[in-house]
């Protein structure tokens, strides 16, 4: 598609999982808890200030052509529609931040809980001293740095199994471990979603079960994404058509099964500098905010050098 110079402009995207309340102990795996919410409103005061904050459906008009982003287009993200969403989007309203969350339709208005936080869960509350999961070297749980290390390698192998496998892996690390303790539903309802959309958030779709894409068979990968579809449109009466690649594993067959079904773009989890026109929609960079982001520290990591130096480092070491 050609794209006139000028409407070939930069957007920014940001990606939160969790926004917590600092004064309660959280559940689940801290990596994923993005900011206190006194954190985000002091992140969110400084992109309304300096940012012009868009919605997903002028992002899509962007896309289209339609019409162009304004100068220093920013869009908030959040993944996976954890319930603590609730915490955050006061403060997106006070300061007119627009979000689009992307859930995974397994999980609202259930009590499933995702994987990754039985784990942490699991691995932090243990009273055993030491794992040894199949397949897997033995580890050290004797301290907190110990079973930190334990959490992020476990992590790293789960994520890329195919559900069986993991299944058996979790299983085999519940016998060992003990059983985590139990929680109420995480996710936000279909209901919850329905009013959050009635007063202006965006929901997109982030697969059913939320697999590594390239983890699936083709027949999975098609039935991942149109369930997902087809929950959305059903539950949620519209289509948002913005997709999120579940742990940022982009497979490059997900691009056409989602055009065919109207999406006009999908988010990846790196930083880089999305120049619409220019980069595939079906790659658009975002950047991860976590707990050790400061507002100058968002600030930095938000200007073009550093993002280009990112890109630049990435390449160097081939990914
Ligand atoms: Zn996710």
Same mark, same amino acid.
């Given at each position: 598609?050609?794209? /006139?110079? $000028?409407? &070939?402009? *930069? +957007?920014?995207?940001?990606?939160?999982?969790? #926004?917590? *309340?600092?004064h309660t102990p959280g559940r689940g795996d801290p990596h994923l808890w993005s900011a206190t919410s006194e954190a985000f409103a002091a992140q969110m005061a400084f992109i309304a200030r300096h940012f012009a904050p868009v919605t997903a459906w002028q992002v899509a008009d962007a896309l289209a =052509?339609?019409?162009? !982003?304004?100068?220093?287009?920013?869009?908030?993200t959040f993944d996976d529609g954890y319930r603590d969403f609730l915490t955050a989007w006061p403060i997106l309203k006070r300061f007119g931040v627009p979000a689009l969350v992307f859930v995974p339709t397994a999980f609202p208005g259930t009590a499933r809980r995702f994987w990754w936080d039985e784990l942490y869960e699991m691995v932090a509350t243990t009273a055993a001293r030491g794992v040894q999961a199949p397949g897997l070297p033995a580890m050290g749980l004797r301290d907190a740095q110990e079973r930190w290390r334990a959490?992020?390698?476990?992590?790293? #192998?789960?994520?890329? +199994?195919r559900a069986q496998e993991r299944e058996a892996l979790m299983d085999a690390l519940r016998?060992? +471990?003990?059983? &985590?303790?139990a929680v109420q539903a995480e996710v936000l309802s279909w209901d919850d979603l329905r009013g959050l959309a009635a007063e202006g958030l965006a929901v997109g779709a982030h697969t059913v079960t939320? /697999? $590594? +894409? /390239?983890?699936?068979?083709?027949?999975? !990968?098609? &039935?991942e994404i149109e369930t997902?579809?087809?929950?959305?449109?059903?539950?949620? =009466?519209?289509?948002?058509?913005?997709? &999120?690649y579940p742990y940022g594993l982009v497979d490059e067959r997900a691009a056409p099964v989602l055009r065919a079904l109207g999406y006009v773009g999908a988010f990846i989890s790196l930083l880089g500098r999305n120049r619409l026109g220019r980069r595939s929609p079906f790659l658009l960079y975002r950047q991860s905010v976590d707990r050790r982001h400061s507002v100058p520290a968002l600030a930095a990591s938000m200007t073009a050098p550093y993002v280009d130096l990112r890109e630049v480092w990435r390449l160097l070491r081939g990914r």
């Open positions: 598609m050609a794209w /006139p110079e $000028a409407a &070939a402009r *930069d +957007l920014r995207v940001l990606v939160y999982h969790r #926004v917590y *309340d600092a =052509g339609v019409a162009p !982003l304004p100068p220093r287009a920013i869009l908030v959490v992020r390698r476990l992590n790293r #192998v789960i994520k890329g +199994l016998d060992r +471990l003990g059983e &985590a303790r939320h /697999p $590594a +894409l /390239p983890s699936l068979t083709a027949e999975e !990968l098609h &039935a997902a579809h087809a929950d959305l449109t059903r539950e949620m =009466g519209h289509l948002l058509p913005f997709f &999120a």
